[in-house]
């Protein structure tokens, strides 16, 4: 079996005590089962720039190739160019980006530093999975550096159409830089869409069938694989949790029938503050919801050092505030925000609870959270999911109340009918959800892309790379670590892939 490298900005560490994003849990099973080396920052900052890894570290099946970043990268490829430019932009909010040249530069500084650093690791039969946008320029440095072994890259969030990413110079570059990859993924037949028309309109790419593009006498093939959730699992977690100390004493503390719920991290494209004027609508309107209904948001901080973080936290604080004033009662608080994290399981233990759930982001790549929604419900008695058709999850779960997350009356309107709704409407909608995600897993959707990027390789030429030369570094750096030299050349052949795969 081709060892599988995954690169990734965030990388889930032994012991590095961070919780996991959607991005690990994604990915931690399917390196659990196949082993792999996963690659990336060390979550760290220090002061030098190093060209080879910080740090070598294994758990399980899965070794940890990673590096620090300089404070002035953090600053740079972090926080100003892939959270306040790409992030923004690929989301479709060009109004909060903050712009500024010197950032790209450092950001092309760091994915090349990356490459350095993961070079001389690599084996001639590896399979290379690049993940998200911090790395768009990561597959062009790869083969600059003469890796010619299959690359991969997916994107988790959305990708925007190129009238939205043409306000920052740089995109064009990157979308070139990421055509470099044998297969680039996304979440929706929108994104896909979307990089189509930018790879024509920036990098003059001609598109050679549905999902295939020619560039620089490269093809580079296209597939949409909407992220998964392990739905059984977390049913299992959900119900596990719902007499659980905690869960019981939120049950006390309000009434379940009229609990509105929502768990996302404090983040723009979450609709929030939005989400606040359809809850106050709601209030406003059906006068009977006052005294009784609760909206219980966490919303985790997150990315606390990028300015439009900061403010929408103010903007959050300032509504919740008068939301609670205008509206509330001596004895009732219509909302409760919490803004510290809480663990899957006892995320999985409010949302069985919840009678509906609000996933109303302006713009989401996914969506996990409305998937584990689903998975929490008791199924003979489930909550409404009220979910934005803006979600990348609205394609699957369009059994969902489905809102435009701008449009107040219309968010209102539905949680109104969610909370009015039948309980044979309630089962209904609910199995059908449930159909669309119980027999999905994150290691499934991890196998469907690392086959087709077999098959992709099976129509590439792949000639290996010098072997001996490619490992003289990581013998230097831990020789325990360093890897055989027996490792099958790469299969080109598809049939045979999807055999060991499946
Ligand atoms: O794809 C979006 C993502 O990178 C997810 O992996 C993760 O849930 C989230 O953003 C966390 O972002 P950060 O690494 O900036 O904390």
Redesign the pocket.
Known sequence: MNRLIVVS??VPRPDSGAQA????VALDGLMERRGGLWFGWSGDVSATATQTPTRLESAGAIDFATIDLTPDEHDRYYNNFS?GVLWPLLHTLPQLMRYDRADARVYRGVNARMAAALVPLLRPSDLIWVH?YHLLALPAALRSRGVQNPIGFFL??PFASPDVLGAASEVATLVRDLLSADLVGFQTDNDLNNFVAAAKAFAGAEQIGPKLLSFAQRTVRLGVFPVEIDARRFAETAAGMETSAPAMRLRRSLDPEALLLGID?LDPTKGLPQRLAGYRRLLEKHPQWSSHATLVQIAAT??KEVGSYQNLRATLDTEAGRLNADLGEPDWQPLRLVTRACSRELGAAYMRLARVGLVTPLRD?MNLVAKEFVAAQNPDNPGVLVLSRFAGAAQQLDAAILVNPHDADMVADALHTALTMSIAERQSRWQTLWSRIEDRTPIGWGRGFVAALLRTAGITTVAPAPVRQLFSNVQQLAPAAAPAFDAPAFDVTGAAARERLN
């Open positions: 900005n965030r994003g959607g991005l690990a959270n998200d988790h969030v991290r997150s990315r790549g």
